[in-house]
C-alpha cells in the first residue's frame, strides 16, 4: 500500500496505525511561529467506531488501509447476521452486529449500503445518505 506523511492526510483516508485501519475524518495542519510543524488529526477507528484524536509530526507517515468499500444491497437479518448481496456478482455477504452498530434500525430491505471490507470480513455498514422515495397513493387529510 501507499505511504502517506501527516500533511497529505485528508478526510476520508483510510490509513493503518498499530496494525488496525483508521478512517481519517478531520486534519489541521499547524505551522507554529516557534517549533516543528505539526498535524492534528481526527480518527474514527474502523473495527469498533470509536473516535480518536492524534498529532502528528510533520515527518511521521502512515501506511494506507488496505479496505475496500463496496455498494451491496441489504437483504435479510436472520436474528444473528445481517445479508447483503452484490447486484453485479450476485455474491452474498454476512456481516456480524458489530459491523453494523447502530445502522440496524436503519436498514430496510432492498436498501443500498456502503460496506466496508477488511481482509474479507465486513467491519463497517453505512446507509447511503440519499434516499429517493417514491409516493404510491395520496393521503387525504
Not at 489541521?28 to 510543524?37: D, I, L, N, R, Y
Request: proline residues 3%; aromatic residues 12%.
Amino acid at each position: 500500500m501507499a505511504t502517506y506523511y501527516s500533511n497529505d492526510f485528508r478526510a476520508g483516508l483510510k490509513i493503518m496505525l498499530d496494525g488496525e485501519p483508521y478512517a481519517v475524518e478531520a486534519s489541521e495542519f499547524v505551522k507554529p511561529g516557534k517549533g516543528q510543524a505539526f498535524a492534528r488529526v481526527k480518527l474514527r477507528r474502523l473495527l469498533t467506531g470509536t473516535r480518536v484524536e492524534k498529532t502528528f509530526k510533520s515527518t511521521d507517515s502512515a501506511e494506507g488501509a488496505d479496505v475496500v468499500d463496496m455498494n451491496l444491497t441489504y437483504l435479510y437479518n436472520d436474528g444473528e447476521f445481517w445479508h447483503f448481496m452484490n447486484n453485479e456478482t450476485f455474491e452474498q455477504l454476512s456481516a456480524d452486529a458489530k459491523a453494523i452498530g447502530d445502522n440496524a434500525k436503519w436498514l430496510l430491505d432492498q436498501a443500498e449500503c456502503i460496506v466496508t471490507l477488511w481482509n474479507g470480513q465486513p467491519i463497517a455498514v453505512t446507509r447511503r445518505t440519499s434516499l429517493s422515495w417514491k409516493s404510491l397513493k395520496p393521503i387525504q387529510v
